[in-house]
Structures are given as C-alpha cells and as structure tokens.
C-alpha cells in the first residue's frame, strides 16, 4: 500500500485521506474503529480483487494469532458505518468461503484530500448552527488547569477534581481545556471515560474501561496495545477484538490477576506510554463511580506525582437535605463515591476547582458570541442571570426557547421581536420546564424513541428501541444520527458488538438532565413495561451469559418487576466480581440481590438459600 498511501480515495458520497487516516461522507468525518479503518483501506486500494481471510487478518494483525471472529468484528463495524450513512448502499462482498473484495466504483486522488482538523465535541446550539461550542468565563479555571497540566509535562502529574452541580458546564469545561491545549500547540493523549447512573451497582472500572477503549480506537492506538500488553496483560481480556485468543506470549488474563495487581499494571502502563507524550485521563461524574474504580484513584494519587499523567475528574455536589444529610434518593453507589472522594481530596490535598454559575458580565459575552451584531436591550441580561440564575445549560436551552417562539429575530441583526416585560411570564422558569419545552417541539416518533431510550439511562443502543419501536432499524439510525448532528440532544458514541453477534449503534444524551426529564415524565406501569422490553431484549442477543452486560441486565430486570431473574442475575455479576477480584462490587450485588429476596413469592424462596450460600464464599476485602 505504499503508493496508496499518498493518495486520497472517493466513493460514492465518501472520501477517504490514508495519510491522515479519515473517513468523510459529505465533508462530515465517520467515525471508525482503527481496525475497521485499516480494513478499508485494505480493500478500497484494490477494489473488485478478493482478498482472502488470512491475508486480511495477516496485514490487520501481524504476528499475532487471532480468531476469525476479530476479522468479522471489523467487517460488520465498517458495513454498519458505511451503510447508516448511505441508505442501501453495499460497498464490502462477501466471497463464500473465500474472503472479502470492494465492490464500489472508486475513484483515486493525485493528493491527499483535505479533512477537518478535530474539534472539541459541540453543545446544543452549536451542534445546530455547526458553529463551535459558546464557552465564557472560567478564565481562573482554565489557567489553573493549564498550569497543572505543564507540571504534569515536566513530570509532577496528579489528580485534580472538579466539582459543580448539573447543568453547570464541568464537560464544556474540559472541552474547552482540550481544545486550548491543541490551539497552544501542546501534545497530549487525552482520554474521557464515564461513569453511568443508570445500572445501580455499577461494573467494576467501567470509566478506566471506557477511557481506554476510546485510547486503543484512536491514532495512537497501537502504542497503547503494545504498553497494556507488556505491562497491563490483566486490562487485555476486556477489548478481545485488538487482544484475540491463541496467542502464546499472553499473559494472565483479568480473571486470573490478582486484585492488587490490576491497578499496577495499568498504572505502569501509563507510566510508560506517558514517556513519550503527556496523558491526560479525563474520569466523568466520579459521583457515580464503583469501588474498583475509586481504587485505581487512590493509587494515581500517589503514582503520578513523578510521572507525565494528568487526571481530571469531575464529580456533582452531594444533594443535602434540611438535616445535612444525604436525601433518600441517593443511592449507595453516590454515597460511597462522595464519602470516598472526600477522602481523597483531604488525604492528598488534591486540587479542587469549583464551579459557580455564570455573573452578569459573564452572561452579556454569552449572548454577544451567541447573537453577534446585536441590537438587544442592556436589561435582557439581567433577566437571563434572574431567570436561569447564570446556569449555563438552563442559559443556553432558555436561549433557544427564546429564539424557537419567534422571540428573538435577526433582522440584519438580533433584535427582541417582543418587549422585554411579556418574557418576564411566557419563558419556562426552570431548567427542567426549558428541557420539556424542546422536546416537545421534536416530532412525536423521536419523542417516543428518547423516552424509551430514557429508560435505558444515560446512553443507549439502537437495537433495544427498534424492539419497541415502530418503522424500520435503518430509519430510525438515520433520526437518531440527524437528532444528533442537528439539535445537539445526542451524541453518538460508536458501535458495540453484543453477545450473539449483532453490531449496534450507541448514542449518549449530550446531559444527563434530558433523561431524567424524560424518565422523570414516564407513569410508572409505562416504565415498569419499557424496562422489561429492554431486558427481553438483552437477554435474547444473549447479554445474560456475558459478565460485561449483567449488572445492566439486572438493572432491566428489578425495574421491570421480573425479581427472580434479577437474583439470579445479580449472583452472576457478584461471582464474576469476586472471579476478576473486585470484592466490593461482589458485595454490593449481593446486598441488592439480598433485598429483592423479599419480593420474592414463597415458593421461589429457595433461591434464596442459594444466594447466602453463595456469598459465605465471597472474599471480603480489608476494611468491611
């Protein structure tokens, strides 16, 4: 491929840059897992010749014995990205007991296209008008966060925590960071990985896992493969499709790694990959985040005080009550990771930025980068800071209310189309009522799609809301595609492969508040029906017998009132804790499992004496 290499490709509505290793349809980038990536590049330098499995697999992963199935993986990744964006279209054949070959026409470049520079991920308004995200103000954050990350260049890493309440601009903020870091012209890898709400006990370091699986799927990639592999062989068992079986120079898989060694071996894989460039780890809403997780911090803290990794975590305020204490719907979960972040702070004297709402001035330089050559009136400020109380997701979604309702216009420039005085009682006065105002205007079948999707919490796939969901798959991924490119409700993180095969698109809620309203709007039997068509769902595609779906498979089942399914289910996940030594999450399953018990009816009761059996032999770390 070394002629191609300086060539650009273009098919169909795609362009193709093997230099810069991008994907366009229409000027938009596709996002792509590298194999899959690669894997095209393979067949779109040759098309209509065969190329036969193992010469695939031989260029995909050289020196290296993998399955068959990790060549599959890459085939249907690619077909499924290709296909969503150009309806109908089939660019990769199957050759029957032969191999794959490109059947478009393709048309060769004499120099390598022009593609987007990357660009931080874009928020609601700006996701509209495809213009880069509004960000004001936190100039003292930004600079201290700056400063932190120099240090970490020059070999004094750490931990460093930001704390703000919903809707107050924590993610925009790291956006922002990262952005300014590419426009300072600073290298980094840096890496964002969630924690998610939605599943009660969570999967033990389901953030480190998500960070590193964004990692591994971009540019440098195969360095990070080549660090976990030598230093994390523990960490290679979760990402199968870069890890495949049958290679003799394994290591010990997760399973067989010791409890204390799992966190070494990644933290001396950063320390190793960082050699070369800095490591910034971005760990989101940390106030849902397991206990292995939470770990794996407390030993960062100490661990990259030498070395060139930067870790940012951002975290919500504890809800407090008229006592002080936490309020009853925080679960346990939320409590143990504040008691532990707490911890952390005071123990390592972390750097904690904390986040205010917006002031005056800063609301009238949002609204002049929002409006530009605007004629409003002086007091319009006011009444947003009066309003939205400077908060920034509630100033932005009152923004687009306003400009929704006809009234705000641009007449050559913005203008208020009504007086002042009349928005004073016609604009929702809370962020929720401003949430519930914009979906309502989205057409009823994407209403119905969010609220479904609602119930599997903060993302989603595909696969389960085209169950429910009237119309074909293909339809719906293309709504879904559009509802995030245009009106910012969604973000679209990637493909997964479930259990029995089948490939599916995951989307995010661009907020975590635009599915609680939209849970919070659910009657309880519509819930209670939803989640157990989701856990229907996953059970079919055979979620129950792979360890990395149960705690969300139980999840699905309590809330759908199937109690005997979810016991059984939480036992799993608490042996595969135990298995990949993570006692606590094993401990937590158990003491969900332990509550359902009593919902049980009597005659199912003899799961129970399975379930106590069961945890006597649960190793119980230090400290409970």
């Given at each position: 491929?070394?002629?191609?290499?300086?060539?650009g490709?273009r098919?169909?509505?795609?362009?193709l840059?093997p230099h810069e290793?991008?994907?366009?349809?229409?000027g938009?980038?596709?996002?792509l897992?590298?194999?899959?990536?690669?894997?095209l590049?393979?067949?779109v330098?040759?098309?209509?010749?065969?190329l036969?499995k193992?010469?695939?697999?031989?260029?995909?992963?050289p020196?290296?014995?993998v399955?068959t199935?990790?060549?599959?993986v890459a085939?249907?990744?690619l077909?499924?990205?290709?296909?969503?964006?150009?309806?109908g279209?089939?660019?990769?054949?199957?050759?029957?007991r032969?191999?794959y070959?490109?059947?478009g026409?393709v048309?060769?470049t004499a120099?390598p296209?022009?593609?987007?520079s990357?660009?931080?991920?874009?928020?609601?308004?700006?996701?509209a008008?495809?213009?880069p995200?509004?960000?004001?103000?936190?100039?003292?954050e930004l600079?201290?966060?700056?400063?932190?990350?120099?240090?970490?260049r020059?070999?004094r890493?750490?931990?460093a925590?930001?704390?703000?309440?919903?809707g107050m601009?924590?993610?925009?903020?790291v956006r922002?960071?990262?952005?300014?870091?590419a426009?300072?012209?600073h290298?980094?890898?840096?890496?964002t990985?969630?924690?998610?709400?939605?599943h009660?006990?969570?999967?033990?370091?389901l953030p480190?896992l998500?960070?590193l699986?964004?990692?591994?799927?971009?540019p440098?990639?195969?360095?990070l493969?080549a660090q976990?592999?030598?230093?994390a062989?523990?960490?290679c068992?979760s990402?199968p499709?870069?890890?495949?079986?049958?290679g003799?120079?394994?290591?010990?898989?997760?399973?067989?790694?010791?409890?204390?060694?799992?966190?070494w071996?990644?933290?001396?894989?950063?320390?190793?990959w960082?050699?070369?460039?800095?490591?910034?780890?971005?760990l989101?809403?940390?106030?849902w985040a397991?206990?292995s997780?939470l770990d794996?911090?407390?030993l960062l803290?100490?661990h990259?005080r030498?070395?060139?990794?930067?870790?940012?975590g951002?975290f919500?305020?504890?809800?407090?009550?008229l006592s002080?204490e936490?309020t009853?719907?925080?679960?346990?979960?939320?409590?143990?990771s504040?008691?532990?972040?707490?911890?952390?702070?005071?123990?390592?004297?972390?750097p904690?930025?904390?986040l205010v709402?917006?002031?005056?001035?800063?609301?009238?330089?949002?609204?002049d980068a929002c409006?530009?050559e605007?004629?409003?009136?002086p007091s319009?400020?006011e009444?947003f800071?009066r309003?939205?109380?400077?908060?920034p997701?509630?100033a932005?979604?009152?923004?687009?209310?306003?400009?929704?309702?006809?009234?705000?216009?641009?007449?050559g420039r913005?203008?208020?189309?009504?007086?002042?005085?009349e928005?004073?009682?016609?604009?929702?006065?809370?962020?929720?009522?401003v949430?519930?105002?914009?979906?309502?205007?989205?057409?009823?079948?994407?209403?119905?799609?969010l609220a479904?999707?609602?119930?599997?919490?903060?993302?989603?796939?595909?696969?389960?809301?085209?169950?429910?969901?009237?119309?074909?798959?293909l339809?719906?991924?293309?709504e879904?595609?559009?509802l995030?490119?245009r009106d910012g409700?969604l973000?679209h993180?990637?493909?997964?492969?479930?259990p029995?095969g089948v490939?599916?698109?995951?989307y995010?809620f661009?907020h975590?508040l635009?599915?609680?309203?939209l849970y919070?709007g659910?009657?309880?039997?519509?819930?209670?029906?939803?989640?157990?068509?989701?856990?229907?769902?996953?059970?079919?595609?055979?979620?129950?017998?792979?360890?990395r779906?149960?705690?969300?498979?139980?999840?699905?089942?309590?809330?759908?009132?199937?109690?005997s399914?979810?016991v059984?289910?939480l036992i799993?996940?608490?042996?595969h804790?135990?298995?990949?030594?993570?006692?606590?999450?094993?401990?937590?399953y158990?003491?969900?499992?332990?509550?359902l018990?009593?919902?049980?009816?009597?005659?199912?009761?003899?799961?129970?004496?399975q379930?106590?059996?069961?945890?006597q032999?649960?190793?119980?770390?230090?400290?409970?």
């Amino acid at each position: 491929m070394e002629e191609s290499e300086s060539r650009g490709y273009r098919f169909g509505a795609f362009r193709l840059d093997p230099h810069e290793r991008v994907l366009l349809c229409n000027g938009l980038r596709v996002p792509l897992p590298r194999k899959a990536l690669e894997l095209l590049l393979l067949l779109v330098a040759q098309p209509g010749r065969t190329l036969s499995k193992i010469e695939l697999m031989d260029a995909l992963w050289p020196h290296r014995a993998v399955h068959t199935n990790s060549l599959l993986v890459a085939v249907n990744a690619l077909r499924s990205a290709l296909s969503t964006r150009m309806l109908g279209a089939q660019f990769v054949e199957t050759v029957p007991r032969r191999g794959y070959r490109f059947v478009g026409a393709v048309q060769r470049t004499a120099a390598p296209l022009d593609t987007p520079s990357p660009v931080p991920r874009p928020g609601p308004r700006a996701a509209a008008q495809g213009a880069p995200e509004v960000f004001v103000g936190r100039t003292r954050e930004l600079q201290q966060l700056l400063l932190l990350f120099e240090q970490a260049r020059e070999g004094r890493g750490q931990l460093a925590l930001i704390r703000g309440a919903a809707g107050m601009g924590k993610s925009a903020l790291v956006r922002c960071f990262a952005r300014g870091l590419a426009e300072g012209g600073h290298t980094a890898r840096i890496a964002t990985g969630r924690c998610l709400e939605s599943h009660g006990s969570s999967a033990a370091y389901l953030p480190i896992l998500d960070a590193l699986a964004g990692l591994l799927a971009g540019p440098h990639g195969a360095s990070l493969e080549a660090q976990l592999e030598l230093h994390a062989p523990g960490w290679c068992e979760s990402f199968p499709e870069l890890f495949a079986d049958g290679g003799s120079h394994r290591a010990p898989s997760l399973e067989a790694a010791s409890r204390e060694s799992l966190p070494w071996q990644l933290a001396r894989a950063l320390s190793a990959w960082s050699s070369a460039q800095p490591v910034v780890l971005v760990l989101e809403d940390l106030h849902w985040a397991d206990p292995s997780s939470l770990d794996l911090l407390r030993l960062l803290c100490a661990h990259c005080r030498t070395e060139r990794l930067l870790v940012l975590g951002t975290f919500r305020p504890r809800a407090p009550g008229l006592s002080g204490e936490a309020t009853p719907s925080e679960s346990a979960l939320e409590a143990l990771s504040a008691c532990a972040l707490s911890e952390l702070a005071h123990e390592y004297a972390l750097p904690l930025l904390a986040l205010v709402p917006l002031d005056l001035t800063e609301l009238v330089s949002y609204l002049d980068a929002c409006l530009p050559e605007n004629e409003l009136t002086p007091s319009l400020p006011e009444l947003f800071l009066r309003k939205t109380g400077g908060v920034p997701l509630f100033a932005a979604r009152w923004l687009q209310v306003l400009r929704e309702r006809g009234q705000l216009a641009q007449r050559g420039r913005w203008v208020l189309a009504r007086d002042i005085s009349e928005l004073e009682g016609s604009a929702p006065d809370s962020l929720e009522a401003v949430i519930r105002h914009g979906l309502a205007h989205l057409p009823t079948t994407i209403q119905q799609a969010l609220a479904f999707a609602s119930v599997e919490g903060d993302e989603f796939r595909t696969c389960v809301l085209a169950e429910a969901l009237p119309g074909s798959t293909l339809e719906l991924a293309r709504e879904l595609a559009e509802l995030a490119r245009r009106d910012g409700w969604l973000v679209h993180v990637g493909q997964e492969e479930l259990p029995d095969g089948v490939l599916t698109e995951r989307y995010r809620f661009a907020h975590v508040l635009y599915q609680n309203v939209l849970y919070d709007g659910l009657s309880r039997q519509r819930r209670i029906s939803l989640h157990r068509r989701a856990a229907l769902t996953l059970e079919a595609h055979g979620c129950g017998r792979h360890s990395r779906f149960l705690a969300e498979l139980a999840w699905h089942q309590e809330r759908g009132r199937r109690f005997s399914r979810a016991v059984a289910t939480l036992i799993s996940a608490a042996e595969h804790a135990a298995r990949i030594a993570a006692p606590r999450e094993a401990l937590l399953y158990h003491a969900r499992a332990r509550t359902l018990l009593a919902q049980l009816p009597q005659s199912e009761q003899p799961t129970g004496l399975q379930l106590l059996h069961r945890q006597q032999e649960l190793p119980v770390p230090a400290g409970l």
